[in-house]
């Protein structure tokens, strides 16, 4: 193998690895996302959760797509706040 190709097979490797590592974080975020809610717990904005799932879906990004890193910056900053969220204010039963 020449070392173009040997570059493009170790490229096409770690785009691969990454995006692994990116679908797994879109499936932690999807079922924490649905445990807190089973819970009863809040998840925090709607908007971080689906502009999080867009983001990773979506053509337009700040690195281009073979490096996954931002879109695994997103999703990690997603994850983060749907497991930070704080408990649902209780309303007091008072008049």
Known sequence: ?????????????V??????VAVGLLVRLVRTRRTLRRAGLPTGPRWVFWG?????????????DPVYLD???VLLLALRSLRTA???PRETGGS
């Open 86 to 88: 704080g408990p649902l």
């Open 15 to 20: 785009a691969a690895a990454l995006l692994a």
């Open 71 to 73: 879109d695994i910056g």
């Open 52 to 64: 999080a799932v867009a983001y990773l879906l979506l053509p337009t990004d700040l690195l281009p």
């Open 1 to 13: 193998m020449d070392t173009t190709t040997t570059l493009l097979v170790i490229a096409a490797v």
